[in-house]
């Protein structure tokens, strides 16, 4: 049994990231003002901790974009799985070689390509989704605040996100 309506817990939960550096701030700035030695320099970490929680936890709340969507996505052990109602696969993370954005799809989709298999395609408000900010962002050279905003934008027309270096030639560049 909740004591909390399912529409207030679920605000509470997009927002959680941000609850908690904003309590983590406003320990550190306490300690800052009102005390002196240790917990004085304490409070200094705590507000640079904060601070960092702050911006990852903005990331993430952008990221999110609902749910309720078709299918489930699950990571494990570095292989990205979604299962939905009508297509599903499997793509290990460490031989992906292109992430784009499909907007042409509704919901937009996420699109995984890896060699030697059909690209996956998952929406990007399907259940677990969240779980692939985290993903996305551990592949070299992903510009996190890019996909972030192709991600807002929306438009008539698929965007990639993210390629491995060496697959295309040096004069054609992708930014």
Do not use: C
């Not at 509470?12 to 917990?39: D, H, K, P």
């Amino acid at each position: 049994m909740s004591f909390i309506r399912p529409e207030a817990q679920a605000a509470i939960w997009r927002w959680r990231e941000i609850i908690v550096a904003a309590v983590v701030l406003l320990m550190g700035l306490r300690w800052v003002l009102g005390a002196f030695g240790l917990l004085f320099w304490g409070g200094w970490v705590l507000l640079i901790l904060g601070t960092a929680l702050a911006v990852v936890g903005v990331q993430r709340m952008r990221f999110r974009l609902g749910v309720g969507g078709p299918g489930v996505v699950q990571v494990d052990e570095g292989q990205i799985a979604y299962f939905g109602p009508l297509t599903g696969g499997a793509v290990a993370v460490s031989e992906l070689t292109q992430l784009a954005l499909d907007h042409t799809a509704k919901p937009p989709h996420w699109v995984l390509n890896q060699p030697g298999q059909d690209p996956l395609h998952i929406p990007v408000n399907a259940e677990g989704t969240e779980i692939l900010f985290d993903v996305f962002a551990s592949l070299p050279g992903l510009r996190t605040e890019r996909m972030l905003s192709e991600l807002r934008r929306g438009g008539p027309h698929s965007v990639v996100i993210w390629e491995k270096d060496n697959l295309r030639p040096p004069s054609q560049r992708l930014h």
